[in-house]
């Protein structure tokens, strides 16, 4: 429990900080970026890797701030009734364009009947698209990423299997922190994002994984009405449960 008053307290430092500087930031960013690619047009074509470089780490730059800022607005968000096989649905072009690139495949199993949630569709599509995408990238070019959904009881569950690296045990326990990441040009900002989604869709995320086998993000919604239950509350402050 004193874990998860330290992140809280940490998570509402990490807000203040952020509410301030982040859309200071985001302006000259925005300059800076249609200056650099006024200048590419403009130069010699053996300059483009140059500036390809520039405006890709100008991108980067643009995707921490906003993980950040999405981070510390740990606000309440507007929910709407909505199907979560909806929100797969939309989101499958943009997945499969990324996994096609990779040359990896998406299957996507979906329950016979789900019931409605309350979400926040641009939260849930970011989460979605998070996990998906540290799936694809712990996988090599033979690589399936399986995206499935349980209608069970009092929840609604959410699996992201991927066939990758795996995870070691030591590291499990980590995912969750804000800018941890094993990535040389990682933000470490997602899974934090997603387990701050998941505070606010009164719901739960936990992993399991091999090595050398894949990893298993799994997404439990509550369904209205039903309150989280014990057990799994439980299983939730103890961390990260493993294979
Ligand atoms: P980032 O992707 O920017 O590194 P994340 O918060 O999304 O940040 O993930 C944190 C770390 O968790 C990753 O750097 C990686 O080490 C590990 N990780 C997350 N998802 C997976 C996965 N599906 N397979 C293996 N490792 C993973
Ligand atoms: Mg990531």
């Known amino acids: 429990l004193k874990d998860e008053v330290d992140k809280m307290e940490r998570l509402s430092l990490v807000g203040q900080m952020a509410a301030s500087i982040t859309h200071e930031i985001r302006n000259p960013m925005a300059v800076i970026r249609g200056f650099v690619q006024l200048l590419n047009e403009r130069s010699p074509k053996e300059h483009q890797s140059y500036f390809h470089i520039i405006l890709q780490e100008l991108d980067r730059a643009n995707a921490i701030i906003n993980d950040f ?68 990238e712990a996988m090599d070019d033979k690589g399936v990423l399986r995206i499935e959904t349980k209608n069970l009881a009092d929840a609604v569950e959410l699996r992201v299997t991927d066939n990758g690296v795996g995870i070691p045990p030591e590291k499990l326990e980590r995912l969750f922190e804000p800018f941890y990441t094993t990535k040389a040009n990682g933000t470490g900002l997602g899974l934090a994002l997603c387990l701050s989604i998941m505070e606010r869709h009164n719901g739960r995320i936990r992993v399991e994984s091999k090595i050398g086998e894949g990893t298993t993000f799994i997404v439990s919604f509550s369904k209205p009405g039903h309150a989280i239950s014990e057990t799994a509350a439980a299983k939730y402050r103890n961390g990260a449960g493993s294979a």
């Open 69 to 136: 800022l999405s981070l510390a607005q740990n606000r309440i968000v507007e929910k709407n009734i909505t199907s979560l096989h909806e929100v797969l649905e939309d989101l499958m072009p943009l997945l499969s364009a990324d996994a096609n690139m990779r040359g990896q495949m998406i299957e996507l199993k979906l329950a016979d009947v789900i019931d409605p949630l309350e979400l926040n569709v641009k939260e849930i599509k970011q989460l979605v698209l998070n996990l998906a995408r540290n799936g694809m």
